[in-house]
């Protein structure tokens, strides 16, 4: 079998590797649970590649995500659910109905006009997918609540802004910032009576009561925490590998630094790097 630009030599790849008899034995016994962490990660590293502006890096990191909507594609069809040719069908559907101002006749023409049409078409979908599961004699959960769209799979952090921005749809928000400000105090000082308590699942609870604040006031500044806190850890490596680079000039480690002269150098770090 030869490498192929076409889709689907990718997919009779795949269906080689499940073949029960003459496939790979590792990927014949996965299933959806155990690739999930797989899917996940590929995208984080698509995202990394992203953040590094290394294309070589993001052609083979995105043909491994796409592996990935392969593999799960694969074992469904394998349960009798769906193909791959399913869902490349469902998203080009879902493309074209939620975009009729370029694929049909529509008056949205600025991006406002847009964002609201494309809700409004969601609305529909949502209540279309519940009729379906009715049919299918599946009950309600809790994805039919207004927060049930927002994945519990996400990162804590873009969990906290989407359930903030589903929220606010329904007017469950804050006017501006500046009251955010100050629920972040009141969520500090509540951490510190925790803190003095010395009850670990307090303290737990009120951390999070914490970030969730914090989050609240990125989203109403337009920053996404998310990348925020990416740009943080960048930030911070930097500065680190500074005064790593420093000491090891010296002939020195880390290990063998006291406190006092990393925070010197990483003061002397902030100026540079």
Not at 105 to 123: C, G, H, M, N, Y
Not at 149 to 169: D, G, H, M, Y
Not at 221 to 238: I, M, S, Y
Request: hydrophobic share 40%; glycine share 6%.
């Amino acid at each position: 079998m030869e490498p192929s630009k076409d889709v689907s030599r990718l997919i009779e790849i795949m269906a080689a590797l499940r073949n029960p008899e003459t496939g790979c034995p590792w990927d014949i016994v996965q299933n959806f649970e155990t690739i999930k962490p797989y899917t996940v990660e590929e995208a984080y590293e698509v995202a990394d590649a992203i953040e590094r502006n290394d294309m070589d890096d993001l052609c083979e990191e995105l043909g491994d995500l796409l592996l990935q909507v392969v593999f799960h594609s694969r074992m469904a069809e394998e349960a009798g659910e769906f193909s791959f040719g399913d869902v490349v069908h469902a998203v080009t559907r879902k493309m074209i109905r939620r975009h009729p101002h370029v694929f049909a006749v529509s008056d949205a023409q600025t991006p406002d006009q847009v964002k609201l049409q494309w809700d409004e078409i969601k609305r529909q979908e949502k209540a279309e997918r519940a009729e379906r599961r009715a049919r299918r004699g599946l009950t309600a959960d809790a994805t039919d609540r207004h927060l049930g769209s927002v994945q519990r799979s996400f990162p804590a952090l873009t969990e906290a802004l989407k359930i903030q921005e589903r929220a606010a749809k329904v007017g469950f928000d804050w006017s501006e910032a500046a009251p955010i400000l100050d629920k972040i105090e009141e969520e500090i000082g509540e951490l510190r009576e925790a803190l003095a308590s010395n009850e670990q699942e307090k303290v737990a609870d009120e951390l999070g009561d914490l970030i969730f604040a914090v989050v609240n006031i990125g989203r109403h500044v337009k920053a996404d925490p998310e990348n925020a806190l990416r740009g943080t850890n960048t930030k911070f490596r930097r500065r680190f590998g500074y005064i790593e680079d420093r000491l090891k000039a010296e002939g020195r480690t880390l290990g063998g630094a006291t406190l006092d002269e990393m925070e010197a150098l990483w003061q002397e770090a902030k100026g540079k790097v």
